[in-house]
């Protein structure tokens, strides 16, 4: 390890609020060096029906930085051929889109083992630094733009290699205690990011409670609205996007990881090079809905978003499906309503099915849905109410924009001995 002095601000013995040594010592250590990457166990102590935790790439939320789908299965259906975890582990996802997503996260799980995808990198502390902040640097912008440039593999494959991690230089205080305090500013920061997210989801709960007190569940259709095939609700066919591979160029693409919240996410959008003549097929326009049509785990099928446009030209993957409205017959943010609430997500999921890898639904199916249609004045009024929400929300979005950047922030100067 390298040794530096006095690398922090401040002179000799300069404390901070909260009683750190602003000036101690730092050194500069190797990350292989202080964690064990994907450690292997060969004994695990399990029959083969006793339940395991279970982590597919689809249960780690990029928003969160968590596991928000926590799965079981038996320990004989996995034992072989996936990734083995232990809580208080770091995974990080290591493949091309997930790791340039962010799809990092603490292993905290009910079971105290558990297997995942063999797409993550798993990291265990060995104690010489504290975990908290070993995690704040797997999702840092510096581990995300080295580790980018060091992937390996053909495109749409590409794949961030052990051997970079275990290379990477880090500087961190050598007092552990000091170490703990820089995550406790982490994590305060971080909390507050979290808080204005989780008031976001409030108000898309509100939205959702409204569309079921003004329209009913479009399962069981209390109101006793006309119930037409979905087809009829289109302007023209459901359609899935592109086959070609993301790259560093072209228009920018929506893929699974895009989408599930009430706006597509553009922050990491992946680009793609298409013709003219394929654009016209793979385009979005204002007001369409997209959905999750093809992913690993069978409660995120059909999560959605609603397009509502771009300052660039936008297209889609072939994960991903459009629904376009027709607008004789239902407003655009109706539909959206109907397709992403639980409710709705039920009637794709009951109509999708499943392959050995992934659950699914395709154009047929998504075509033949039963839905209660209420009247076209009803649903503008709910667009209405929508679109008052959605006027707090990007005032709340500009808000958590800004703590987006004091985290930022931080996260560079935690490692610089400046916090």
């Not at 010489?128 to 797997?138: A, G, Q, R, W």
């Not at 160029?249 to 706006?263: H, M």
Request: proline fraction near 5%; charged fraction near 25%.
């Amino acid at each position: 390890m390298k040794v530096e002095r006095g690398t922090g601000n401040g002179e000799g013995g300069e404390r901070n609020a909260e009683g750190g040594a602003r000036n101690a010592e730092w050194v500069t250590v190797k990350l292989g060096d202080v964690v064990d990457i994907n450690p292997r166990r060969n004994s695990f102590g399990f029959t083969d029906d006793e339940t395991v935790g279970f982590v597919p790439m689809s249960s780690v939320c990029e928003q969160k930085k968590a596991i928000v789908d926590q799965q079981v299965r038996p320990f004989g259906e996995v034992k072989k051929g996936y990734t083995p975890m232990q809580n208080g582990d770091v995974i990080i996802a290591k493949i091309t889109p997930c790791f340039e997503n962010g799809k990092v996260a603490r292993v905290e799980l009910p079971t105290s083992t558990a297997f995942g995808s063999t797409e993550f990198h798993v990291f265990r502390n060995r104690g010489t630094v504290d975990s908290d902040l070993v995690f704040h640097l797997l999702r840092s912008e510096q581990i995300l733009r080295k580790g980018r440039e060091q992937m390996k593999g053909a495109a749409g494959q590409k794949r961030v290699p052990a051997d970079f991690f275990r290379a990477f230089e880090f500087r961190v205080p050598r007092s552990l205690p000091e170490q703990q305090r820089i995550a406790r500013i982490l994590d305060r920061a971080d909390l507050l990011r979290q808080s204005r997210r989780a008031a976001l989801a409030q108000l898309d709960a509100f939205l959702q409670a409204t569309f079921l007190d003004m329209f009913g569940d479009p399962v069981t259709n209390p109101k006793g609205w006309e119930v037409v095939k979905s087809a009829k609700l289109f302007s023209e066919k459901p359609r899935i996007g592109t086959t070609r591979p993301a790259g560093g160029s072209g228009f920018p693409v929506v893929r699974v990881g895009e989408v599930g919240d009430s706006q597509i996410r553009f922050e990491d959008c992946g680009r793609v090079e298409l013709s003219e003549t394929e654009f016209t097929r793979f385009n979005l326009k204002l007001g369409d809905t997209v959905i999750a049509r093809a992913i690993g785990s069978a409660n995120q099928l059909g999560k959605a978003s609603y397009f509502a446009g771009h300052p660039e030209p936008v297209v889609f993957d072939s994960h991903v499906m459009r629904l376009r409205p027709s607008q004789s017959i239902c407003h655009p943010k109706w539909l959206f309503s109907l397709i992403s609430s639980q409710h709705g997500k039920r009637l794709i999921q009951m109509k999708g099915g499943a392959t050995a890898v992934q659950f699914n639904i395709n154009t047929k199916q998504a075509s033949d849905l039963d839905i209660p249609i209420p009247p076209l004045d009803l649903q503008r009024r709910f667009a209405a109410i929508v679109e008052s929400v959605e006027a707090q929300k990007a005032r709340m979005q500009a808000h958590l924009a800004d703590l987006d950047l004091l985290f930022a922030s931080l996260q560079d100067r935690a490692f610089k001995g400046e916090l």
